[in-house]
């Protein structure tokens, strides 16, 4: 199961998670194309396995869990470096640590100026 299917399952609202092993597929995101808002992704793909680690965060938008992770990923003297957005798949072991955050009251929203979906924390009820 991926990562959104574990957390709902589990209903964990908030979490961080660092990821070790191998992945064979994935686009991500090296960067923006200019400084200026909101910014231009530059895309890079991986098609054949690579040794991957990184770490990322879990908070929920609307009613979706929603994964941002950054990793490294590694083939051979290639290294490559970014945020993973799309279609990853693992290669023979890939696994995923979640530590479960409790106690805060955290949400991803669109924000308008960068047109991005933001982390926003809240006033915690007591």
Wanted: glycine residues 10%.
């Amino acid at each position: 199961a991926g990562l959104a299917e574990v957390v709902k399952r589990e209903n964990i609202r908030a979490a961080s998670f660092n990821v070790v092993g191998g992945m064979k597929k994935g686009r991500f995101v090296v960067g923006p194309e200019t400084e200026e808002m909101p910014p231009q992704p530059v895309w890079r793909e991986l098609t054949e396995s690579h040794e991957a680690v990184g770490f990322g965060t879990i908070f929920w938008q609307a009613d979706q869990p929603k994964v941002h992770f950054h990793g490294a990923y590694g083939k051979r003297d290639s290294v490559k470096a970014g945020c993973l957005r799309e279609g990853s798949e693992a290669f023979l072991v890939l696994e995923a640590v979640i530590t479960e955050i409790l106690g805060v009251n955290a949400v991803r929203e669109v924000d308008p100026e960068s047109e991005m979906v933001l982390l926003k924390l809240r006033q915690q009820v007591q």
